[in-house]
């Protein structure tokens, strides 16, 4: 029975992401209530705040768990003799990116012209950075508070942001984490 019930919990909010972007993503985040994505969604309004207890805006970033996770599981869960960055550039290469996409452009754009989705996808990504800081530390049995992690994991969310600004994401993501893997004095020098 459990079985069926967390599936039905799964369908449910499931259902309230795909209504809530597909209105944003129509009409404007802002121009969008709380109540009427629960209503496109055929749920009440208390039922969408149990599966979404974090407010509007996590209805846009509805993945946001699942992301962390395969982010730990890139460091935790690499092949034996892969290094923790090259587990982490698979990880980033094998997933889909905002310009693959005629919706990923369009949710691109709402996250980035939208200042409070912009400001709740900068707090995010900084758990995400403090999870996969830790993931590294606990993989190499260092403190993840130790500055060369913390740096790591930092410049590894910048690469996504830069490179997600290019003109090809995937071939500016590609060179970004070479310079993180050979060192940056090799691509400043003339």
Do not use: C
Not at 129 to 134: H, Q
């Amino acid at each position: 029975m459990s079985g069926l019930r967390e599936r039905k919990k799964a369908q449910t909010r499931q259902a309230l992401a795909d209504a809530a972007l597909r209105l944003f993503l129509d009409r404007g985040y802002d121009a969008v209530s709380v109540k009427e994505v629960a209503e496109a969604a055929d749920v009440s309004v208390p039922t969408l705040f149990a599966h979404f207890p974090d407010g509007k805006e996590s209805l846009v970033f509805d993945m946001d768990s699942d992301r962390e996770e395969a982010l730990v599981a890139a460091v935790r869960d690499r092949e034996p003799g892969t290094s923790v960055l090259a587990g982490i550039r698979a990880a980033f290469q094998n997933r889909p990116r905002p310009g693959d996409t005629t919706e990923m452009q369009q949710f691109a754009r709402l996250i980035d012209s939208t200042p409070a989705l912009s400001s709740y996808f900068r707090r995010m990504w900084l758990r995400h950075e403090d999870a996969l800081a830790g993931a590294i530390a606990a993989d190499l049995g260092r403190d993840p508070g130790d500055v060369a992690i913390q740096a790591l994991a930092h410049f590894v969310f910048g690469a996504l942001e830069v490179a997600r600004r290019g003109d090809n994401p995937a071939d500016d993501l590609g060179r970004i984490f070479d310079l993180l893997e050979q060192g940056w004095a090799q691509a400043l020098t003339p």
